[in-house]
């Protein structure tokens, strides 16, 4: 089973409504981000967590909020999605006591707002 | 602002030859720089960290080297082959100790047989 898993994988919804992207990891990081890349622009930086009380904005989070429910789960909601949030979302995780800081990435989630 | 450029042209090189991708960064000093391959449609994968402190890093056929003068980075793949065609990003840290990664937007490269 994969390490990084995130629901869906693919999600089409149209402008104003709410939806959540999920991530699950077993991998027992506490660290996990979200991240959407754009054609051109890279991986961005949305939210981060270091651990469940800990909750921290990236570069560009207006227009998004993260639950982290668990150790293990860390939730993306876009509250009104908009056609410009259209973009390939990754989560990914990393452990505080690796010192490559490697970050492992989950197979991300394509999601089209029409 | 912080900024990474990788070059956005697609690299295509012949079976056996050295592919050389570059990193340049502007506006700040990272600790550490990562790198990382991705496949289409595929969330990226680790390949090698390297620190302020180390002017070069080797693991099998890669080799990353870190300028902190020049604000650059190397990354080769020697004896390239037609699996080793992908994306290849770069990381860097936004600030020591914070485990904030910037990405480069990456660099294609394909691998000719």
């Known amino acids: 089973d994969a390490d990084v898993t995130q629901t869906p994988r693919n999600r089409i919804t149209k402008t104003g409504k709410r939806i959540m992207l999920e991530c699950s990891q077993t991998?027992?990081?506490?660290?996990m981000y979200w991240y959407r890349q754009d054609p051109g622009l890279g991986l961005r930086l949305i939210y981060y967590?270091?651990?469940?009380?800990?909750?921290n904005k990236g570069e560009i989070s207006d227009g998004y909020s993260v639950s982290r429910q668990a150790q293990a789960k860390f939730s993306l909601s876009l509250e009104s999605a908009i056609p410009n949030q259209t973009a390939l979302y990754f989560c990914?995780?990393?452990?505080?006591?690796?010192?490559?800081?490697?970050?492992?990435f989950g197979p991300g989630t394509r999601l089209t707002v029409l | 602002s912080q900024k990474i450029e990788q070059n956005s042209e697609a690299l295509n090189i012949q079976e056996g030859k050295t592919a050389t991708l570059t990193c340049n960064y502007t506006?700040?000093?990272?600790?550490?720089l990562q790198w990382y391959r991705q496949d289409p449609g595929r969330g990226p994968v680790f390949l090698l960290l390297?620190?302020?402190?180390?002017k070069e890093k080797r693991k099998e056929r890669l080799k990353v080297t870190f300028d902190t003068t020049l604000k650059q980075s190397l990354f080769h793949i020697t004896a390239s082959q037609p699996a080793d065609s992908a994306t290849y990003l770069c990381?860097?840290?936004?600030?020591?100790?914070?485990?904030?990664?910037?990405f480069g937007t990456g660099t294609r490269l394909k691998v000719l047989a």
């Open positions: 390297i620190r302020e402190n180390e």
């Open positions: 991998k027992g990081h506490d660290r």
């Open positions: 506006n700040y000093s990272p600790a550490y």
């Open positions: 967590s270091f651990d469940v009380k800990d909750i």
């Open positions: 990381a860097l840290d936004m600030a020591s100790g914070t485990y904030k990664y910037i």
């Open positions: 990914a995780t990393s452990d505080l006591k690796e010192p490559k800081d490697e970050q492992f």
